[in-house]
């Protein structure tokens, strides 16, 4: 293949780059010919809802599974016959911890850099430096299976910088956690992005997405929908403004259907009405009585909304 | 990323063998306890109490004849469990293969690494069994010593079938079938407790093919000194069936871990 030899500035070089990318399992067509381009430097969201592909394109792109069509390279190195070589400069957080509970919080991390063929010794001062990332160093003995969950994903992903990499793959990083831990999982991030590491999540969180990446591509049932800035996104697809009005009878949304200058948009008993000229709306909400409502301004989970729809994903 | 592609072992194997050795050491006191304890147990209980009545079987005292035998089936015993229910359980539920392989390793490493746990873990248990049996006096020499090698040798012919047991199992029952159509009959048929030439003619071929017969000839040949025309048909056997196994269980564990 002549992909390593594209005539390309190297600061502009892509290290993921996609054409055509496709996967098809026996029933079903889980990546339908998907192109992108990720930069160096810069944190890249795969978002869409369950099932959309967003996974096996990360799996794809790791070379362990391998594709049914299309090209795909890392590192300019096509994916499916590079896996090792790959991995070896990629920092992988999976969806779900898979920490060895055979060891304590130390033993995981020197284990692990033992898979990158770091002897012991090149190993001590990255873990020492890693356990004060993680904020875990006064736990470094402690059991895996007695961390909490935050404690448990903040060693993952430590334990996935072991081996100094240029990408950090995250598949959702923040599933299943609180609050707390997941500020402390973005500040991290963020932490790592100045450092210069390439970041690829994916998530489903839109307000995550919107937080972490510069550039994001949803997804839906294998396709991409569309792809830019979470602010190019908002302005491309949603009006800067929302009132979700909420209301217990439905004649009074009828008769809010009827003003001028909204896209409405229905989900149960609440009504979207999506506009850039909010006055008048707010006006006649704020004389009716039995609603309440809130205005605010438009944000990726509308555009995420609006193009994948509101239906049920299971 | 052909399914059937010859698997290449590299360096990173002896990662996931020091992975499980460091494991066991956690664990060290029940298991050297059980290494010891259970074949102690078969040599007294049953190399006194029946070799009571039996005397001599095959030109030796029937302890001799129990202990060169054990060696071998405990050796199959503790590499196809180690194979099976340790291997199943860091490839599924504990998802450490997944985890390992997000780093440069593959598939065809940490197979490679488990095959060699196992058959080291083989060589823990022949190493006591030996201990017990040279203090009943029952082992010829110091030559006795050349059956550890072979230890390690047939934990790698046992791990291989055992791995892909693994690899077709959906959970632990599974391996029952196994243990009983497979492991239960050798441990009776293959020559550990009485010579496999007392069997009827058709069942002596039959057990020829099973790899514990091969197993307990070189055993008991370099425990007790008995005779052995053809050790490398014996040695050859036990390889065939540990580069098969160990082919077949890659491709197994690629299919099962590539979607």
Known sequence: ?314 | MNLWRIPTARAGALAVWRRNILVWRKLIVPAVLMNFGEPTLYLLGLGFGLGHFVGEMSGMSYLAFLASGIIASSAMTTSSFEGMYSVFTRMVPQKTYEAILATPLEVDDILAGEMLWCATKSVFSGIAILAVAAMLGVVQGWGALWVIPVVFMIGLCFAGPAMIMSALAYNYDFFNYYTVLIITPMFILCGVFYPIDTLPLAMQGFVQFLPLTHAVMLTRSLVVGADLPQPLLHIGVLMLYAVIGYYVAVVLVRRKLRV
């Open chain 1, 1 to 314: 293949m002549s992909m390593t030899a594209q005539p390309v500035l190297t600061s502009n070089k892509p290290v993921i780059s996609s054409r055509g990318l496709t996967k098809r399992f026996a029933s079903r067509v889980a990546v339908n010919g998907v192109d992108f381009d990720i930069f160096p430097g810069r944190c890249f969201g795969f978002v869409g809802p369950n099932g959309a592909g967003k996974t096996t394109t990360l799996r794809m792109a790791m070379g362990l599974t391998p594709l049914s069509g299309g090209t795909l390279s890392v590192f300019g190195l096509p994916a499916s016959e590079n896996g090792p070589a790959i991995r070896a400069r990629v920092g992988i957080v999976p969806q779900a911890d898979n920490l060895d509970p055979d060891f304590t919080v130390e033993e995981n991390l020197r284990v692990y850099a033992s898979f990158f063929g770091l002897s012991r010794r090149q190993a001590a001062p990255r873990i020492e430096s890693l356990l004060k990332f993680a904020s875990l160093t006064d736990r470094r003995r402690a059991r895996t299976d007695t961390l909490s969950g935050g404690m448990q994903r903040r060693l993952t992903i430590a334990r996935a910088l072991i081996n100094d990499p240029e990408l950090v793959v995250l598949d959702e990083p923040t599933t299943g956690l609180d609050p707390q831990a997941r500020h402390v999982i973005w500040e991290r991030l963020t932490e790592l992005k100045m450092r210069g590491k390439t970041l690829l999540l994916t998530t489903h969180y839109m307000e995550e997405a919107e937080r972490l990446c510069d550039e994001l591509l949803i997804m839906d049932e294998g396709r991409i929908l569309d792809q830019g800035s979470p602010r190019q996104l908002i302005e491309r697809h949603v009006e800067p403004e929302v009132i979700e009005v909420r209301s217990g009878g439905g004649e009074a949304l009828e008769r809010l259907a009827g003003t001028a200058g909204c896209r409405l948009e229905r989900m149960g008993t609440c009504l979207y009405c999506y506009t850039r000229e909010p006055a008048q709306l707010i006006a006649v909400l704020k004389d009716a009585h039995g609603l309440t409502f809130l205005h605010r301004p438009t944000n990726l989970e509308d555009v995420f909304l609006r193009l994948t729809g509101r239906e049920l994903r299971d």
